[in-house]
T-cell receptor, first 117, second 112 residues
Framework: GAVVSQHPSRVICKSGTSVKIECRSL??????MFWYRQFPKQSLMLMAT?????????EQGVEKDKFLINHASLTLSTLTVTSAHPEDSSFYIC?????????????FGPGTRLLVL | QKEVEQNSGPLSVPEGAIASLNCTYS??????FFWYRQYSGKSPELIMF????GDKEDGRFTAQLNKASQYVSLLIRDSQPSDSATYLC????????????FGQGTTLQVKP
């Protein structure tokens, strides 16, 4: 149980285009989803926290107009990287708060590797 | 002082040995503690969580929590080369926003 999927797993795009990444909790409902970014050989960096039906809370230094988060349902959150540039190339990972009784536990998706040319 | 601290390693142990990974945290009111394993190029996967002082065992893994010392550890018995990965300690702090504060991770190398 507590499986989280992400789509796509890998995306290559041209500079200036927008990319949407989906995060789904497959076998449970997640009240909260989190988006992280990880550069090579660095630790996870939390970008934002999203709760179903409300606006995401962004971490300091993360541009909310560049990284649009929509948490449409208890099983789906999307991250859109708008007007992507090469410096946005990174490993984007979502996580979901666990099912009832495990809400404090975060379960991670497999990640999306973004390369902006 | 970092909120969650881990020795970055690498920690190298021979196959079959016990690997001991340590983590300290700054917020004395922290309630829940997690260990994740991250293989190179992959996302983190949950190994264990622990909420109460003492030991919690799951197979070859034992998590140990000492809230008085603000210390949590992970022991891996009978270490295997497949255990070679980065181990992330994460803490849900007193504010309980649901956010986890992660340590930098300890790289474990298990040598055959």
């Amino acid at each position: 149980g507590a499986v989280v999927s992400q789509h796509p797993s890998r995306v290559i795009c041209k500079s200036g285009t927008s990319v949407k990444i989906e995060c789904r909790s497959l076998d449970f409902q997640a009240t909260t989803m989190f988006w992280y970014r990880q550069f090579p050989k660095q630790s996870l960096m939390l970008m934002a926290t999203s709760n179903e039906g409300s606006k995401a809370t962004y971490e300091q230094g993360v541009e909310k107009d560049k990284f649009l988060i929509n948490h449409a349902s208890l099983t789906l959150s999307t991250l859109t990287v708008t007007s992507a540039h090469p410096e946005d190339s990174s490993f984007y990972i979502c996580s979901a708060s666990g099912p009832r009784g495990y809400e404090e536990t975060q379960y991670f998706g497999p990640g999306t590797r973004l390369l902006v040319l | 002082q970092k909120e969650v601290e881990q020795n970055s390693g690498p920690l190298s142990v021979p196959e079959g040995a016990i690997a001991s990974l340590n983590c300290t945290y700054s917020d004395r009111g922290s309630q829940s503690f997690f260990w994740y394993r991250q293989y190179s190029g992959k996302s983190p996967e949950l190994i264990m969580f622990i909420y109460s002082n003492g030991d919690k065992e799951d197979g070859r893994f034992t998590a140990q929590l000492n809230k008085a010392s603000q210390y949590v550890s992970l022991l891996i018995r009978d270490s295997q080369p497949s255990d070679s990965a980065t181990y992330l300690c994460a803490v849900n702090m007193r504010s309980n926003t649901g956010k986890l504060i992660f340590g930098q991770g300890t790289t474990l190398q298990v040598k055959p």
